[in-house]
C-alpha cells in the first residue's frame, strides 16, 4: 500500500484523547476538527529529555529522518515512557516538486497526513502573508514620499511554491526577488521566538533596508509589528496531532536546512519538554547542515542542550557515497559500501564535537542484506558509537524498539554539550570554524564586496550573531557533485545577510538559490481528486 492509503486507513483517536495523554484539557486546546488541534497553554517547566535525530549527506534516494523519529518516539511509547515526537510542518514546494511530504512513511506516520502535507492549519499561509504584508508596506512608503530615505531594500517576497520565474522580477519602480517562505526571515524568527512578546520584538527588529547614508532601516520605523503580530497570532500556537499508534506529535514550523536554519520552532520543543519524559525531534537534510544549525543556532538562542543524537543512515546512501549510481543502487557491492562509510564516520566525529552521546541508526530497507548490515555495525564499533538496526516503516514502532532502548540508556550518559563556536568571534572566523571543523574545507574565500557587508553588519553591533549557512545539502562541500567525504576543497562565500529579526547572519556558499524550480517530473504530475479523495500524495 501507498503511505497515503495506511494513513487512511488508521483509526484515528479524537484529538482530545491524544491532548489528555500528555496532560492537556480541552480549555488548553483550540480544535480544528476532530483530529487536529493548537495547543494555547502549557507550563513552561521543562521536565523531559532532548533527542535529536538527524542523518549522514542525504542523497536523491531519502534516508528516513522522519520514519526513524516517529517510530522512535512510538517505540518509547511502547516502552511506557512519556514520549512525544516534535516536527516541522512540510512546504508545499517539496510537496508538489520532487522530494514529496514529510510526514513519515509506511506505518511510521504522523496524521491527518493529507491536511499536514497542505495547508494544515494555515501556519505557512500565515507566515507567508505576513511577509508579503511588510514588502507592500516598504513599497507603500516609498510611494508616498519615502520618509525614511529608503535606498536599498534588503527584504524580499516570498511564496510557499517552488517557481523559478520569481527568482527576479521587475515591478513597476525596481527589481523585486522572491524566495520559498521556508527560506523567509519571517519563517526564521516565527521558529526562534521564545513568547508571543518576543516574536513581537524580533519582528519589529527586521532591517528591511537602509538609507542614503548606509543606515539600517527596520520593520518598526513602519509601524506594522503589529500588524504582522496579529497575522501570526493563531499560527503561532503549536499544532498537536497523532501518530498511526496514537503517540502525540507536535508539528510547527518548517524553515529548511540548506537555505534557512531547519528545526520546529523553539515554542514546539519547549511545549513538548514541558509535557513529556522523552521528546523526539528532528533536523533537516545531513548533520552538517540542520544539525550543527540545531546546535549552534537553536539550541545557542533557546538554552536546550541535546540529552542524545541518533544519526541515521541507510546502505543505498552509503553505496550512493561510495560511488554507486542509483542505477545499480540494489546490487551487492561491499567495496563501495565501505567507502561510503567515510561519510558515516564524517559525521560522527563532527557530532562528537559537541560532546552528546551519538547512537548511529541503520534505516533497514528490505533490499539490505544482512552482510552489508553486518560490515556498518561493525563499522560502527570502531567508531565506539552504538548501532541500531530499525524497521520502523514496515513495523512501526516495534520495529524502533532496540533504538528505543539504547536512546534511554545513552539520555542517562553524562554529557558536556559545548557549542562549536563563541559568541565573540568575528563573523569571518564563525564561518571559518563551521567550514573547517564541519565540512573540513582546506580554505574559505571572500570576495571584497562580501567582507565590505561583513564590515557593515559588524560595525552595527551585530558581530555576536552565530551565522546559518546556505549551501548544497548533497555534498561538505558547496559542490553538490562532490560527495562522500571530500577534503582539500576550498568553500566560497558569495554573499552574505543579516536577518535581525532572526538574530542570525546568513551565509550563501556556492550557487545555492532561494527559491527552489520544479523538476522535469514534479509530483504534481501524480496527484489527484478521485470520488473525493486525494490520491498520489507522498
Do not use: W
Not at 529529555?49 to 523519529?69: H, N
Not at 571559518?432 to 574559505?444: D, E, G, P, Q, T
Request: charge should be neutral; glycine fraction near 8%; hydrophobic fraction near 40%.
Amino acid at each position: 500500500m501507498e503511505d497515503i492509503e495506511i494513513a487512511r486507513k488508521c483509526n484515528k483517536k479524537d484529538i482530545r484523547l491524544i491532548a489528555k495523554k500528555i496532560g492537556l484539557s480541552e480549555n488548553d486546546i483550540v480544535l480544528y476538527g476532530n483530529d487536529k488541534c493548537k495547543i494555547k497553554s502549557f507550563s513552561k517547566k521543562s521536565k523531559g529529555k532532548l533527542i535529536l535525530v538527524t542523518a549522514i549527506s542525504p542523497t536523491p534516494l531519502g534516508e528516513g529522518k522522519t520514519t526513524v523519529s516517529i517510530g522512535l518516539a512510538d517505540a518509547l511509547r511502547k516502552e511506557n515512557k512519556n514520549s512525544i515526537v516534535v516536527l516541522r510542518q512540510p512546504s508545499m514546494g517539496p510537496v508538489f516538486g520532487i522530494k514529496g511530504g514529510a510526514t513519515g512513511g509506511g506505518y511510521s506516520q504522523v496524521v491527518p497526513m493529507e491536511d499536514i502535507n497542505l495547508h494544515f492549519t494555515g501556519d505557512f499561509h500565515a507566515i507567508t502573508s505576513a511577509n508579503n504584508l511588510l514588502c507592500s508596506a516598504i513599497d507603500n512608503h516609498i510611494y508616498f514620499g519615502n520618509k525614511l530615505d529608503i535606498k536599498e531594500i534588503y527584504f524580499h517576497r516570498c511564496l510557499d511554491v517552488n517557481d523559478r520565474a520569481l527568482r527576479n522580477v521587475e515591478l513597476e519602480n525596481r527589481e523585486e526577488k522572491f524566495s520559498i517562505t521556508a527560506a523567509s526571515e519571517i519563517m526564521a524568527i516565527f521558529c526562534l521566538a521564545s513568547s508571543f512578546d518576543d516574536l513581537k520584538r524580533r519582528l519589529g527588529n527586521i532591517i528591511i533596508g537602509s538609507n542614503s547614508n548606509g543606515e539600517f532601516i527596520y520593520a518598526k520605523d513602519l509601524k506594522i509589528e503589529g500588524s504582522l503580530l496579529a497575522l501570526l497570532k493563531d499560527a503561532f500556537m503549536p499544532n498537536l496531532v497523532q501518530t498511526l499508534e496514537e503517540t502525540p506529535a507536535i508539528i510547527h514550523g518548517g524553515p529548511f536546512a540548506n537555505i534557512a536554519h531547519g528545526c520546529n520552532s523553539i515554542v514546539a520543543t519547549l511545549t513538548g519538554l514541558s509535557l513529556a519524559d522523552y521528546v523526539v525531534t528532528e533536523a533537516g537534510f545531513g548533520a552538517d547542515l540542520g544539525a550543527e544549525k540545531f546546535l549552534d543556532i537553536k539550541c545557542r538562542k533557546a538554552h536546550l542542550a541535546p540529552d542524545a543524537i541518533v544519526l541515521v543512515a541507510t546502505i543505498k546512501a552509503l553505496k550512493y557515497h561510495g560511488g554507486v549510481s542509483k542505477e545499480d543502487i540494489f546490487l551487492e557491492n561491499n567495496n563501495a559500501l565501505k567507502l561510503g562509510l567515510k561519510n558515516l564516520e564524517r559525521h560522527v566525529n563532527n557530532l562528537k564535537q559537541y560532546g552528546v552521546p551519538v547512537v548511529v541508526c541503520l534505516n533497514k530497507f528490505s533490499t539490505d542484506k544482512d552482510s552489508e548490515i553486518s560490515i556498518v555495525e561493525d563499522f560502527c564499533k570502531k567508531l565506539l558509537v552504538k548501532f541500531s538496526v530499525s524497521t520502523a516503516y514496515s513495523n512501526g514502532g516495534e520495529g524502533a524498539k532496540d533504538l528505543a532502548e539504547k536512546i534511554v540508556s545513552e539520555c542517562n550518559v553524562e554529557r558536556k554539550f559545548k557549542l562549536l563556536y563563541d559568541d565573540n568571534l568575528s563573523i569571518v572566523e564563525k564561518i571559518n570554524c563551521v567550514a573547517k571543523k564541519i565540512y573540513h574545507a582546506s580554505n574559505v574565500e571572500f570576495s571584497d564586496l562580501v567582507l565590505d557587508k561583513i564590515k557593515k553588519i559588524e560595525k552595527n553591533g551585530y558581530a555576536d550573531y552565530p551565522v546559518c549557512i546556505a549551501k548544497t545539502q548533497y555534498s561538505f562541500s558547496d559542490d553538490a557533485k562532490l560527495l562522500g567525504a571530500p577534503e582539500n576543497f576550498t568553500i566560497t562565500v558569495k554573499n552574505v545577510e543579516i536577518f535581525n529579526g532572526a538574530e542570525f547572519i546568513t551565509v550563501y556558499l556556492g550557487a545555492i538559490m532561494v527559491m527552489p524550480g520544479l523538476s522535469k517530473s514534479p509530483n504534481y504530475e501524480k496527484i489527484d481528486v478521485v470520488n473525493g479523495e486525494i490520491v498520489g500524495l507522498s
